[in-house]
T-cell receptor, first 112, second 116 residues
Framework: KQEVTQIPAALSVPEGENLVLNCSFT??????LQWFRQDPGKGLTSLLL?????REQTSGRLNASLDKSSGRSTLYIAASQPGDSATYLCAVHTGTASKLTFGTGTRLQVTL | GAVVSQHPSRVICKSGTSVKIECRSLDFQATTMFWYRQFPKQSLMLMAT?????????EQGVEKDKFLINHASLTLSTLTVTSAHPEDSSFYIC????????????FGPGTRLTVL
């Protein structure tokens, strides 16, 4: 059974800092991995999707990497801003069943 | 990106009533939609996979007679919580999967259900 863990559970940084969020998964036979952002009481916004054959994806200040063999992904946020404050979730798509298994999330707060 | 809507965004009902939640893919067709449940400060738990024109596939522990799912068209799936009780109060989120080489899921804004 696929299990996804995210570290740290919560993170507070001052504005302007670069930061890294970590995601690990137990079954390396994944189809793809997605990073999402969730604001309080809201749905999920897809940030980046990395296919199993890819090593990284970039979108603006965000860069996600994938090391499938070691079961790890990182989300790098450059020059953090208060508007980046949210919960960040990673999810892995395992096999062909189209199911996403979600991590426990990292609550990020960027302070002024 | 693809847009998924949910209606209603918030519902409060009395115990014993049934509540229907709609999930629509607005600018793409989705043969597969998913329903998730999220408790406060917890991650999303998949409840069921909804396929257009066929019966939904429920995850272990999810009562199919309690949570009725209908996927009548390529753009609409509904979740009906039957005879709702306070323990059914939760945040329900749907997603729709794009077809093609990259199966990416796009999520709706969620529905907050409160059962009194």
């Amino acid at each position: 059974k696929q299990e996804v863990t995210q570290i740290p559970a919560a993170l507070s940084v001052p504005e302007g800092e670069n930061l890294v969020l970590n995601c690990s998964f137990t079954d390396s036979a994944i189809y793809n991995l997605q990073w999402f952002r969730q604001d309080p009481g809201k749905g999920l916004t897809s940030l980046l999707l990395i296919q199993s054959s890819q090593r990284e994806q970039t979108s603006g200040r965000l860069n996600a990497s994938l090391d499938k063999s070691s079961g790890r992904s990182t989300l790098y946020i450059a020059a953090s801003q208060p508007g980046d404050s949210a919960t960040y979730l990673c999810a892995v798509h395992t096999g062909t069943a189209s199911k996403l298994t979600f991590g426990t999330g990292t609550r990020l707060q960027v302070t002024l | 990106g693809a847009v998924v809507s949910q209606h209603p965004s918030r519902v409060i009902c009395k115990s014993g009533t049934s509540v229907k939640i709609e999930c629509r893919s607005l600018d793409f067709q989705a043969t597969t939609m998913f329903w998730y449940r999220q408790f406060p400060k917890q991650s999303l738990m998949l409840m069921a996979t909804s396929n257009e024109g066929s019966k939904a596939t429920y995850e272990q522990g999810v009562e199919k007679d309690k949570f009725l799912i209908n996927h009548a068209s390529l753009t609409l799936s509904t979740l009906t919580v039957t005879s709702a009780h306070p323990e059914d109060s939760s945040f329900y989120i749907c997603s729709a999967e794009t077809s093609g080489t990259y199966n990416e899921q796009f999520f709706g804004p969620g529905t907050r259900l409160t059962v009194l």
